[in-house]
């Protein structure tokens, strides 16, 4: 299925050689519209006597003296690319990330992000260690193309690059990092081809089904060989079921979290590859072993990406004209917006809305949008993989919603609500910043959306689709694939106890295998556990709300 390679990004700088050539020019032209910098001490007289209400500030320096103090010693890595941020006009990111390779011991990671293109990870034993690393790794790798474009970067000439006026729709067109961006990921192109293609193919099998693509996600994995859906999920809502004692109901079936499940199911067929004794199942498995962790891992040049044709429903839908640090509205309507979100048959409420009756006796969940949060920290292969694999993040989020212009939302609720906890997390673990974006949407040719609570699952090796009820949380009577006669679907809790058990059987786990419930299987997944309790507590401390805790009774069952 899926064979080890090297790494599927090849060296930013030299790749980004042409487009810096075709784009300096345009941006030191007066092709677009601008405006000037306002001016910082006031209105001045312009040599007509009329008042100027701003300045066009003169850089200091230029980039090639910049560039050329820093090979002589007199700048930094960190200082360059902050001077250089300022004169091109790029957005200039150090984030913290997550460790490489089998590396022992503590130590912090940060990576360069230039216009939202990341690269390579810098590690050290303090953290201004760590970023000073990554900052020359960047500059290396950006130092080749900017040599050679010596003759065409701007001089201190008394014009820096002009500021593109701020109701422009796009700066592709003159900004060169932001075009390195979009070139280097026109594989994102490519995702939503698969996922129409995989729908097609479904929705052609089962045409009577078509209405229940309406909310759709999917989880795509890219390797060498191309891009490939492994996990597909639709549907958008909440069990009106109570709290299931069997593990036989599938509480939340939001497309987000059914194709989650659904890749769930992809893992442990991965891991039964992996541990069979048959050599070519164990070569096609998706994982190999890390001797630094003593788990399983993604083989390398095995990536994860997930495309959602809505935003989910949260703190993800939040008005653009949010922020964390509002200005114009009040604090309380920004609490409500950003806040955690719980879920209750479709309908979502802010942890702090009086609007949500909390005595009813409704199954509840968290926001699509919380769980992406959560899954972002704590890897998407939940407790009980975690005892098999390290944690399982994905890069980058692809959002196909035609009605979508702005991702703000998503990239605060996702990314930045928890910034800043990797360090606090146990080994393995941290805070992956996927990269977010706007595709192409991906829709049916279905007359009669929305009126179905129907949603449906398949991962990479199923025979045939299921459909779940989403109120009802079981398998319809119609479904292409029912389990048994009790129609208890196979991404309810109760299946994956039972895929866990015979993963434990084949890696002759007997620790695992002697778990007497579906909690204690869970409870035994410390670092998991550790990572999750950190999180929780760090929503509450930075004002987000506290986490649902879900009824005890839900998970006590047993095989």
């Known amino acids: 299925m899926f064979q080890a390679r090297g790494s599927f990004q090849g060296s930013r700088g030299a790749s980004s050689a042409k487009t810096l050539m075709r784009n300096l020019p345009a941006m030191l032209g007066l092709t677009e519209s601008y405006e000037t910098l306002p001016a910082s001490s006031g209105p001045s007289q312009d040599v007509f006597g009329q008042q100027s209400k701003g300045y066009l500030v003169k850089p200091k320096v230029s980039p090639k003296t910049l560039i050329e ?47 939202g293109v990341e690269y390579e990870t810098g590690m050290g034993t303090t953290k201004k260690e760590a970023r000073h690393k990554a900052a020359v790794l960047a500059v290396q790798d950006l130092l080749p193309t900017w040599e050679n474009l010596n003759s065409v970067l701007p001089e201190a000439s008394g014009v820096p690059p002009p500021l593109p006026v701020k109701e422009k729709p796009s700066i592709s067109d003159f900004h060169p990092y932001r075009s390195i961006h979009e070139r280097k990921n026109s594989v994102n192109l490519h995702i939503p081809h698969a996922v129409r293609d995989q729908l097609t193919k479904l929705m052609n099998s089962h045409p009577e089904f078509s209405a229940c693509a309406d909310t759709t996600a999917a989880f795509i994995m890219q390797t060498s060989g191309g891009c490939e859906v492994v996990a597909f999920g639709t549907g958008n809502f909440n069990t009106k079921e109570g709290a299931s004692t069997s593990g036989r109901i599938v509480h939340d079936s939001h497309a987000v979290v059914t194709a989650r499940r659904s890749l769930m199911r992809f893992l442990y067929r991965n891991l039964l590859m992996f541990f069979s004794k048959m050599a070519n199942l164990k070569e096609r498995s998706v994982f190999q072993h890390n001797s630094s962790s003593g788990l399983l891992s ?32 009040s604090a309380w309507q920004v609490n409500n917006e950003i806040s955690l979100h719980l879920s209750v ?8 809305s009086s609007a949500f009756d909390h005595s009813a006796s409704k199954v509840v969940s968290m926001s699509a949008t919380d769980k992406l949060t959560q899954w972002q920290v704590l890897g998407y292969q939940g407790a009980l993989l975690s005892h098999f694999i390290e944690p399982i993040y994905v890069e980058s989020i692809l959002i196909g919603d035609a009605s979508c212009s702005d991702i703000r939302g998503m990239e605060i609720s996702v990314s930045q609500r928890v910034e800043g906890i990797t360090s606090q997390l146990p080994t393995f673990y941290c805070m992956m910043r996927p990269h ?45 694939f029912k389990s048994s006669s009790a129609l208890a679907s196979r991404l309810c809790k109760a299946a994956m106890l039972h895929r866990f058990k015979l993963v434990a059987k084949e890696a002759q786990r007997q620790d695992l295998l002697a778990t007497s419930s579906y909690r204690e299987a869970k409870s035994m997944a410390k670092p998991y556990q550790e990572a999750k309790n950190v999180l929780r507590a760090y929503l509450s401390q930075q004002g987000f709300g506290p986490w649902l805790l879900k009824p005890s009774v839900s998970d006590n069952f047993s095989m």
């Open 298 to 329: 993604l083989k390398s040049g095995v990536t994860l990406h997930l495309y959602v044709n809505q935003l989910p429903k949260g703190a993800a839908q939040m008005p653009s004209k949010m922020r964390l640090n509002p200005l114009s509205i």
């Open 436 to 480: 977010i974006s706007l595709v192409p949407s991906v829709a049916t040719d279905s007359t009669d959306r929305g009126s179905f609570t129907y949603g449906i699952n398949w991962s990479e090796g199923d025979s045939s689709l299921e459909v779940v009820d989403g109120l009802e949380g079981k398998t319809i009577e119609e479904s292409p």
């Open 345 to 352: 048959e479709g309908k979502v409420f802010s942890v702090f």
């Open 69 to 115: 103090r820093y090979r002589q010693g007199e700048v930094n890595a960190l200082a360059l690319l902050h001077q250089l941020a300022q004169v091109l006009q790029f957005h200039l990111e150090i984030k913290e990330t997550v460790t490489t390779g089998n590396i022992r011991g503590f130590y912090f990671a940060f990576c360069v992000v230039i216009d």
